[in-house]
Structures are given as C-alpha cells and as structure tokens.
T-cell receptor, first 113, second 114 residues
Framework: AQSVAQPEDQVNVAEGNPLTVKCTYS??????LFWYVQYPNRGLQFLLK??????LVKGSYGFEAEFNKSQTSFHLKKPSALVSDSALYFC???????????FGAGTTVTVRA | DAGVIQSPRHEVTEMGQEVTLRCKPI?????LFWYRQTMMRGLELLIY????????DSGMPEDRFSAKMPNASFSTLKIQPSEPRDSAVYFC????????????FGPGTRLTVT
C-alpha cells in the first residue's frame, strides 16, 4: 500500500521569505514522488518529480524539492516566495510497481505582501 | 500542445438526469485517468485506461457511473441517474505509459446536481 501525508493544512509566509511545504510518504517498493499546484478553479499543474538520482530536484517557477529516504520525506521549497505562489499544493507518490498515484490532502499556501 | 481538454467546464442538472463529461487527452499519451475532487474526500481516482482499455475501475462509486474510451483521443464519463451527492469537480488526466511519467490534468468539470 502507498500513502502520502501533508501534515500542514495551511502555510502562511511573507513575500520574499523562504517557503517550505512538507510531505512524507509510505510505499513498499521504491517511491516515485511528485508535486502539483492547483490555482482556484483550475486543474492540477505538475511542478516537479523525483524518480531516481540526485536527491535535490528542481522544477517550475523556482521550486525545488529534496528527497530524503531515511526520513521518507519529499519537502517542497522555494527560497523566496511570491504572492503569486498562493495556491493549493499536492504531494503525490507512486510505488515503482504500481500505476496508481496517491495524493495527499493538500496544503494551502498563502503568501502575504 | 493544447493540453488536456475537458467539456463542459460547468454543468448544472437536476437529480435523475443523465450527465456526460468529455475529455480529450494530450496527443501521444497512452494513459488516461478520471478523478473526482471534493472538499470532504479530496482527490479520488475513479478509473484508469491504458491504450483505450479500462484497467482499473474500482474507484467508480456505483453502477450509476460508467466510462468509455472509444479511441485514443476521446473519453467520456457518464452518470445516470445523477444525484446531489455526485456534485464535485471531475478531472481528466493523461500521461505517457510508464511509472516514471507525470500526469497532466485538464481544467475540470464542475458538476452541480440539484
């Protein structure tokens, strides 16, 4: 079985400050990890993924995420947040032997000017 | 590429009516997924197609729901008869075949059943 936990329902940061959105996962095999962002009344947009290799992956809009196998985490980060980053963020995991993508409950990010 | 296309974007219908949601995946993608999003249950996978064949429909809530993929460029999700508890946003997503590939989502159809 595979699952994802996003421990924070909401994250609030000031513009220009670092942004971190937390994600932990559970899989029986090797994890394939993904981050998506959803703006109001829009579909989910793919940000980045970890499949193998370098633990630090870079994605769209200046976002990056670090894969930590020992802590089973895949936290999303951005060094300097923008007001336009305010949205709903989803972490997702797929076990390497499964087609199904399991999504977390989502974290609402609010960046104040 | 235009991305995943869904229609209609909004649908308001009365209980008991038939509802058909449509999806055009990204050209060249072999896998297609239908999801439902609600505040209470988050994102739920309803059905997964690979090469136009339904692989897993275990997420389809009940017999009132059915999905088809007659060709590589078109899929439908039908609800008959519709009920108020079906009100949700329905997303279609597509991807290349293979576990390493990300899914690309359409803009969704917001369904309201009164």
């Amino acid at each position: 079985a595979q699952s994802v936990a996003q421990p924070e329902d909401q994250v609030n940061v000031a513009e220009g400050n670092p942004l971190t959105v937390k994600c932990t996962y559970s899989v029986s095999g090797n994890p394939y990890l993904f981050w998506y962002v959803q703006y109001p009344n829009r579909g989910l947009q793919f940000l980045l993924k970890y499949i193998t290799g370098d633990n630090l992956v870079k994605g769209s809009y200046g976002f990056e995420a670090e894969f930590n196998k020992s802590q089973t985490s895949f936290h999303l980060k951005k060094p300097s947040a923008l007001v336009s980053d305010s949205a709903l963020y989803f972490c997702a995991v797929r076990d390497s032997g499964d087609y199904k993508l399991s999504f977390g409950a989502g974290t609402t990010v609010t960046v104040r000017a | 590429d235009a991305g995943v296309i869904q229609s209609p974007r909004h649908e308001v219908t009365e209980m008991g009516q038939e509802v058909t949601l449509r999806c055009k995946p990204i050209s060249g993608h072999n896998s297609l997924f239908w999801y439902r999003q609600t505040m209470m249950r988050g994102l739920e996978l309803l059905i997964y197609f690979n090469n136009n064949v339904p692989i897993d429909d275990s997420g389809m809530p009940e017999d009132r729901f059915s999905a088809k993929m007659p060709n590589a460029s078109f899929s439908t999700l039908k609800i008959q008869p519709s009920e108020p508890r079906d009100s949700a946003v329905y997303f279609c997503a597509s991807s290349s075949s293979g576990m390493i590939y990300e899914q690309y989502f359409g803009p969704g159809t917001r369904l309201t059943v009164t």
